[in-house]
């Protein structure tokens, strides 16, 4: 008996090692990565897999899905895989029929949180949003209700979520909080908040002192200060949100098995090393972060669930314009 078990898994190993030999072909991806991440990604599976030959479109994700839809209009969807910012979009083109499911994923080693229970789409990084501020800043906040005291009055600056993916997501995840709320949006209003464009605008009115608060995504904050900016970013008490950078299987991919390489690669540790050598906070715990990270296991995320913030997504975002005007 030992001996035949034995016997069937040298063949099951030799069948994978067979499967991960013939993948091959054309791979089309659509992604919202940067231009210089996106060719890092590709040229790294391109060594791992040379018999693929991968094409890929980038743009910002309301771009791409724009693209996407036109393409479902026509009856053509084009991408194999997709790689963008958000779980909420990809939980959009799950209701919808779009995703191919691919449970045989290894996901055993990741917060089951950030991947979807029937395995749809799969994280492959974290981009939190949490406080900056400008080091000179009168006060040095550790919780989101700091930004409610009179020493950031009318000194916050914000993304807007009519602008930027990570805003909206970081909204669905505040106002879903039991202590904060669409109470703490109001707060921010009658601080003299004034949210608009993306992330980017509010960092360097931050960094610049034209602002002393706000709210952005991790990395520029971190990357920059590394850089001499007098800038710090908080992991705030409560927590942070995140985007997740998402990749997926489209239902009417053309070459499935490349895709699936394709996952696989993103979510092993091979992949997530390379997110970290970029500069993100890795997915998967047992990878290092990039200098000026904390440790995976000691920032704490605000709960969140994709499903209900598709949901609402439009609601959440009309009560925003009718508290900050917009």
Do not use: C
Request: hydrophobic share 45%.
């Amino acid at each position: 008996m030992i001996r035949t078990l034995t016997t069937a898994a040298a063949a099951l190993l030799l069948s994978s090692a067979a499967f991960a030999a013939d993948v091959s072909g054309k791979l089309v991806l659509y992604t919202s990565q940067p231009n210089a991440d996106a060719q890092q990604t590709v040229d790294a599976f391109q060594a791992k897999y040379p018999d693929v030959e991968v094409e890929w479109i980038r743009d910002g994700t309301t771009k791409v899905m724009a693209k996407l839809r036109a393409e479902f209009e026509a009856g053509a969807p084009q991408p194999d895989v997709l790689l963008i910012a958000d779980m909420v979009t990809m939980e959009g083109l799950k209701s919808e029929g779009r995703l191919m499911a691919y449970p045989e994923a290894d996901t055993a080693a990741y917060d089951p949180a950030l991947m979807d229970a029937d395995g749809t789409y799969f994280s492959t990084k974290l981009i939190t949003t949490g406080i900056v501020y400008n080091t000179a800043a009168p006060m040095v906040p550790t919780s989101y209700k700091d930004l409610l005291k009179p020493e950031a009055k009318d000194k916050l600056a914000m993304p807007s979520p009519l602008t930027s993916g990570a805003a909206t997501i970081h909204m669905a995840a505040i106002t879903g909080h039991p202590d904060l709320g669409w109470a703490f949006y109001e707060g921010l209003a009658e601080q003299g908040a004034n949210p608009k464009g993306g992330n980017g605008g509010t960092y360097k009115a931050i960094a610049g002192g034209e602002k002393l608060y706000g709210f952005v995504v991790d990395f520029l904050a971190i990357r920059n200060k590394q850089q001499g900016a007098p800038v710090e970013f908080v992991f705030p008490k409560e927590g942070v949100s995140a985007v997740t950078e998402p990749v997926a299987i489209l239902s009417t991919a053309k070459n499935p098995d490349a895709a699936k390489a394709f996952v696989d690669f993103l979510i092993s540790a091979e992949g997530q090393q390379l997110a970290a050598d970029m500069g993100y906070l890795p997915a998967h715990p047992a990878i290092t972060p990039p200098a000026g990270f904390p440790a995976l296991s000691t920032i704490k995320l605000l709960g969140f669930d994709p499903a209900k913030a598709l949901a609402e997504d439009a609601a959440n975002k009309a009560r925003f314009s009718d508290i900050f005007g917009g």
